[in-house]
């Protein structure tokens, strides 16, 4: 049963506006509705100092959108607006002031909830500065790579543009709801796995504005039945905007895994995102050079099609770990297309011994930080 906009709209006017004044309709307070695979999307715009007071509101729209028939689930996210003519807030001196320290936690003993999120023990972030650099392929195989160092590990897509997980890991289907309404995340090769892929179609396009993008995240992370975990990869959007310092600042990452290919240009962007978690005190746990090398499979011989170190220049420059060269290789886009990473199907292979030993590097990185298995997490600034 197909449902329409107007349907949204006409159950949303039955929710009052603040203050119980009109409705939410009427008075303009609705974004534009997205409907995709009978799920709803939408957003409330309402005065930023009343937030935080208006979350019921949220919730009152959310639960009338639910209740249209058809509809299977809805997601609805505040959006901040100025009244007009307040002045804005002074900006802060720097990008730095903008997160004010707290004094540091006591770390926390060994098998306590460290990250956050019940059950999970720590989040890491694989970024780049900028996409096409193979990002979500060394994620995946990252991921499978520490699983094989014997952690229970989990993955968020957080690309809600262009989500990856499930042509990477060979998932279809949609997530099962549980009894407290939390979805249950979909697993292959032993991973648990939660991303807006398994929400929409492939070439469904999501045309959202930061404030929908970081509620459909926050969403995914923190209201999945994600049981307990070791470690979450979180494979980051590419880029340095809005959703993906958000993204850095909300979620309390224990570190990040920055991926570039050689040359000049994607350096450039990935300097972009070693500074952007710099600014919110999240520790890069190194770099990777993705594409490094071609080896000719007709005559063997090696070709820096990109240029060749880059990645591990600039890792010395900043002080990082270099965590390893991934070449460019046929059986690495191969497998990924088809879903089924080397890592899971190919252990034994050469192309896996690179992300297995990446892997190792990493964790070994995440000990030397956590200091006897204890971690004390970077303070996390929620705006």
């Given at each position: 049963m197909s449902v329409t906009k107007e349907e949204v709209l006409a159950k949303l006017k039955t929710v009052k506006g603040p203050d119980l004044e009109g409705n939410i309709v009427d008075l303009g307070l609705v974004s534009e509705i997205f409907i995709a695979d009978g799920k709803v999307y939408f957003s409330l715009t309402v005065p930023a100092a009343r937030a935080q007071e208006l979350e019921p509101l949220r919730e009152a729209a959310e639960r009338a959108a639910k209740t249209v028939p058809g509809v299977k689930g809805a997601m609805v996210a505040l959006t901040a607006s100025r009244e007009p003519g307040t002045t804005p807030p002074p900006r802060p001196a720097s990008p730095r002031a903008a997160a004010p320290q707290a004094?540091?936690?006591?770390?926390?003993?060994?098998?306590?909830?460290?990250?956050?999120?019940?059950g999970i023990a720590s989040i890491i972030a694989v970024a780049s500065g900028k996409g096409g650099v193979g990002k979500s392929t060394t994620a995946v195989n990252l991921a499978l790579g520490l699983q094989a160092t014997g952690l229970r590990v989990g993955v968020l897509d957080a690309d809600i543009y262009g989500p990856s997980m499930p042509r990477l890991l060979g998932i279809s289907g949609r997530p099962a709801q549980n009894e407290?309404?939390?979805?249950?995340?979909?697993?292959?090769?032993?991973?648990?796995?939660?991303?807006?892929?398994?929400?929409?179609?492939?070439?469904?396009?999501?045309?959202?504005?930061?404030?929908?993008?970081?509620?459909?995240?926050?969403?995914?992370?923190?209201?999945?039945?994600?049981?307990?975990?070791?470690?979450?990869?979180?494979?980051?959007?590419?880029?340095?905007?809005?959703?993906?310092?958000?993204?850095?600042?909300?979620?309390?990452?224990?570190?990040?895994?920055?991926?570039?290919?050689?040359?000049?240009?994607?350096?450039?962007?990935?300097?972009?995102?070693?500074?952007?978690?710099?600014?919110?005190?999240?520790?890069?746990?190194?770099?990777?050079?993705?594409?490094?090398?071609?080896?000719?499979?007709?005559?063997?011989?090696?070709?820096?099609?990109?240029?060749?170190?880059?990645?591990?220049?600039?890792?010395?420059?900043?002080?990082?770990?270099?965590?390893?060269?991934?070449?460019?290789?046929?059986?690495?886009?191969?497998?990924?297309?088809?879903?089924?990473?080397?890592?899971?199907?190919?252990?034994?292979?050469?192309?896996?011994?690179?992300?297995?030993?990446?892997?190792?590097?990493?964790?070994?990185?995440?000990?030397?930080?956590?200091?006897?298995?204890?971690?004390?997490m970077p303070d996390i600034v929620f705006e």
């Open positions: 004094a540091p936690q006591a770390a926390a003993p060994q098998g306590r909830a460290k990250a956050g999120v019940p407290d309404r939390t979805l249950k995340p979909m697993q292959n090769y032993g991973l648990k796995v939660m991303s807006m892929g398994f929400m929409v179609e492939e070439d469904t396009p999501m045309i959202w504005r930061g404030p929908m993008v970081m509620s459909a995240l926050n969403q995914m992370l923190r209201e999945v039945a994600w049981g307990e975990l070791d470690l979450l990869v979180v494979d980051m959007p590419p880029g340095t905007g809005d959703a993906q310092l958000t993204m850095a600042q909300n979620v309390p990452l224990a570190g990040a895994v920055i991926v570039s290919t050689p040359q000049d240009l994607a350096l450039i962007d990935a300097r972009k995102g070693i500074n952007m978690f710099a600014k919110v005190n999240v520790p890069v746990l190194g770099l990777i050079e993705n594409m490094s090398y071609f080896v000719c499979p007709d005559c063997g011989g090696r070709h820096d099609i990109f240029g060749h170190g880059g990645a591990r220049q600039e890792a010395a420059r900043i002080g990082a770990p270099f965590l390893g060269e991934v070449p460019l290789a046929m059986p690495i886009r191969e497998t990924s297309d088809a879903g089924l990473p080397v890592v899971a199907t190919a252990p034994e292979g050469p192309h896996a011994k690179v992300y297995l030993e990446i892997a190792a590097k990493v964790r070994a990185r995440l000990e030397e930080l956590s200091g006897d298995g204890a971690r004390t």
